[in-house]
C-alpha cells in the first residue's frame, strides 16, 4: 500500500504521534505546519525537525491569525499558569484553529489525491476545546466530502482519521513510544523562556507532564511485577 | 439594529451584490477579502474600492494557495476560453477555496462577537463548483456550530447567510441595481491582459455579459410596454 495522507504537525505530542501511527500504517505521509502567528517559532522548529527525522515530505504555510487575535497564543493575552482542569474553555483557544488548519489539509489533499487526513486531536486530557470533539470531526469530514470536486466527481470519500481522540495523554506516548518516536524532538509549551526552556506552568506542560509521569510509573510498576 | 456580520468580499459582481444586501439589512459589514495567489491582483484592488466606498472595515489576509497549485487560478495552468456551460467542473476550481475562506470568516466572525456570515455563491449561474451548493453550505454552518468557544460555551447560534444562492444572474444584477450598487467597480475575469482588460471569453466574463444583457433586454421589454 502507498495510498498518500495529509497530516497536520505542530511539533507536540499528540501531532508526532498522529504521524508515527500513519507512517506505520503505511500511507505516504504528507506533513503541513502552519506559522499563524503563535507566540514562539520553538514549536515551528520541532515540526520541522520531526518532519525530518520521519522523513516526509513537510509544507509550512504562512497564516496570519494575529490579524484576528482573540486568543492567548495569538495576542497580547497572558498564558494562564498552574489552572485547574475542567474549567471554561481557556484564553489558549484560537478561535477558529483547527477548522482552518482542516481547510487547508482538504486542500492539499485534493490536489495530491489524497484521500485521508489526521489529525492529533484528543478529547480526554485536554484542555476542553470545542474543536477537538468527535462530534466536530465527523462534521467536518461531512461537509468536506461535499466541498471538493474530488468528492463530487471522482466520488473519493474522504476521511478525517483521529486515531488519538479516546486516548488518555499517557497511552498516547505509550503507542509513540512503541512506534520508536523520539519525544525529545518534541515540544509542548505555550509560553517559552526566550532561550525555549518549557515553563512548566501552563495547560500544555502540565498535561504533557502528568503523561509522561504516568508512563513512568506504569513502567515502574510493570518493572516491580 | 447594529448586528455585526462578516462578509467575504472579492471584489466580483455577487460578492459586491452580498455586501449591498447585508448591509441593507442593517449589518454592521465586515469585509474580509484575500491575496490567496490568484493570477492577479485587479480583483483585489476592486475588493478595496467596493469597501472604501462601502464604508465598511476590511482585512485582506495573506494565504498562499500557490502553495498547493491544482486550479487554473493559482497554477500555471490556462484559463479555459468560450467554454460549453453545464460540462465537468473546470479547472478554474480551486480545491477548496470556500472552505478555506469560510473558516477564516468563522474566525474573524468569533473574534468580534458576530453570529452572521455572508457568503456571495450562486447555485444557479456559477461553474458548476461543488463549494457553491446549498447542501455544502448548510454543512459547512452545522460543522462551524460545534467549532467555536462562542457556540459550544455562549450558545451563540452562527448563520451563513446566503442570499444570492437561487438567484441568476440577471436577478442579482437588478437586485444590487435596487440598492445603488455601482458595479463599475466590480471586476470578474479570471484572466485579464496586463493593462487590466477582461479577456471576455473566460467563465467569469461570459456568465457576468450573459447577466449584463438580461437586465438589458428586461428592461427594454418594461420600457416598452
Given amino acids: 500500500m502507498s495510498k498518500p495522507a495529509v497530516v497536520l504537525l505542530s511539533g507536540g505530542v499528540d501531532s508526532t504521534t498522529t504521524l508515527a501511527i500513519a507512517k506505520s500504517a503505511g500511507f505516504v505521509c504528507h506533513a503541513l505546519s502552519f506559522s499563524y502567528g503563535q507566540r514562539h517559532g520553538i514549536e515551528l522548529a520541532a515540526a520541522k525537525r520531526i518532519a525530518a527525522q520521519f522523513d516526509v515530505e513537510q509544507k509550512i504555510l504562512e497564516i ?24 471554561r474553555i481557556p484564553v489558549t483557544y484560537v478561535p477558529a484553529r483547527n477548522t482552518i ?80 518516536v523520539d519525544y525529545d524532538l518534541t515540544f509542548s509549551c505555550y509560553d517559552p523562556a526566550p532561550d525555549g526552556t518549557p515553563c512548566g506552568h501552563c495547560d500544555s506542560c502540565q498535561i504533557r507532564a502528568a503523561g509522561f509521569a504516568a508512563v513512568t510509573q506504569d513502567v515502574r510498576r510493570t518493572t516491580h511485577v
Fill in 101 to 180: 488548519f482542516l481547510s487547508f489539509a482538504l486542500a492539499w489533499a485534493e490536489v495530491l489525491g489524497a484521500q485521508d487526513i489526521f489529525i492529533g486531536v484528543n478529547a480526554l486530557d485536554y484542555s476542553g476545546y470545542p474543536d477537538c470533539r468527535p462530534e466536530y470531526i465527523a462534521a467536518f469530514e461531512r461537509m468536506a466530502n461535499l466541498a471538493t470536486k474530488a468528492g463530487v466527481e471522482d466520488k473519493q470519500r474522504l476521511t478525517i482519521h483521529t486515531p488519538l481522540i479516546h486516548l488518555s495523554k499517557a497511552d498516547i506516548i505509550k503507542k509513540g513510544l512503541e512506534l520508536g
Fill in 64 to 87: 496570519d491569525l494575529r490579524a484576528f487575535g482573540g486568543s492567548a497564543l495569538t495576542d497580547d493575552i497572558a498564558v494562564p499558569k498552574d489552572r485547574a482542569p475542567g474549567s
